[in-house]
């Protein structure tokens, strides 16, 4: 459990340029956006059914997503959601 609470170097593979994928959070300046491999991952895509589909990715990088996700709700304000 010791792990759980330090940092990771996985978001290292989140990155945000304007000139990809219209400046969108994505995984290593690759055009795979963060909140479409959440998306698959919450459809319950499982992680190598994921990466059977997208063999550039690898299964850290599907980890970096879900650390990215857990760290946005870590926010100390929020904004409605139109669901």
């Known amino acids: 459990m010791e792990n759980f609470m330090k ?7 989140i990155s945000r340029k304007p000139d990809i994928y219209h400046g969108k959070p994505t995984v290593r300046g690759l055009r795979y956006s963060v909140d479409m491999l959440l998306e698959l991952m919450a459809s319950g895509m499982t ?21 990215y996700a857990a760290r946005l709700t870590q926010t100390k304000s929020f904004q409605r959601v139109a669901l």
């Open 47 to 67: 992680h190598q059914e994921i990466l059977d589909d997208y063999p550039d990715l690898e299964n850290d990088d599907l980890l970096a997503c879900l650390e």
């Open 7 to 13: 940092p990771t170097s996985l978001l290292a593979r």
